[in-house]
């Protein structure tokens, strides 16, 4: 298995999916797949350099990842990372 992390920022907290790249694809063959602009991919990409991205490390979809292809899926809590389903439903019972 070669994971990969996709990470997002949602309602003020950091999710973590962790997928087998095998279901990936890489940001080069993305662009060329959607018929991305040149220059929109050149936008993405120095926005991206600027805050220390590497486009050469990126991989993505253009298809819906099924929750039964997720290796783990994690919320940031402080400086850790916990199960976000369980983080999730203590939040909703009010125990944090």
Known sequence: ???IVWHYT??????EILVNRNILTHYA?????TGMSSKTDRIIRQAAQHQGGNPNRWWGTLNPVPASQWV???VLEGDI???ALAYMEARTKGVR
């Open 1 to 3: 298995m070669n994971p």
């Open 10 to 15: 949602y309602s003020h907290h950091i999710e």
């Open 29 to 33: 063959r993305l662009v060329r797949l």
């Open 72 to 74: 783990t899926f994690e």
């Open 81 to 83: 990372w916990v199960d």
